[in-house]
């Protein structure tokens, strides 16, 4: 039996190790379920870099519905503009398939907006803010 130089057995113990600890092909990642635990979701890189949220206040309405205010505020010296979603949600984090129509919102040179979104019906706990590049 010949025998194996020092080099090469670690080598081959380290390609074992370390093959048996990566993740499979549809493992999910933490930023995966971004929507799951954010109450503020900034969809794409440009928005990620301009776009800033002092996060979401709920607060329940008379007839028992969710009203749900975000703040967002521009990182840029320039206007932008985004366009904004809000997705209302059960104590579950389950969509109720109440979601807003996508909004333009125009960022002037870092100011701060604060927008309300109302759910139309008394199921909605939570909410997820959708933010992303205007199209």
């Known amino acids: 039996m010949k025998n194996f130089p020092l080099p090469m057995l670690a080598l081959t113990a380290a390609l074992v190790l370390t ?3 990566t ?4 493992t999910p990642t933490p930023a995966a379920n971004v ?3 954010e109450p503020v979701v900034l969809m794409d890189r440009m928005v990620q870099t301009s776009v800033t949220s002092q996060g979401v206040t709920y607060r329940e309405l ?7 205010v975000a703040v967002l505020q521009s990182r840029d010296p320039r206007r932008i503009q985004v366009q904004v979603q809000c997705v209302f ?6 969509g109720i398939d109440d979601e807003t129509p996508w909004q333009n919102l125009i ?7 604060q927008l309300s979104f109302k759910s139309m019906n008394n199921r909605a706990r939570r909410a997820t ?3 992303r590049q205007a199209r």
């Open 107 to 113: 960022l002037t040179e870092n100011s701060q907006e």
């Open 35 to 37: 929507e799951g635990s």
């Open 89 to 94: 949600k059960d104590a579950n984090g389950v």
């Open 62 to 68: 008379a007839d028992g519905r969710l009203e749900a």
């Open 23 to 26: 993740p499979g092909p549809y």
């Open 129 to 131: 803010i959708r933010v």
């Open 19 to 21: 093959s048996c600890s």
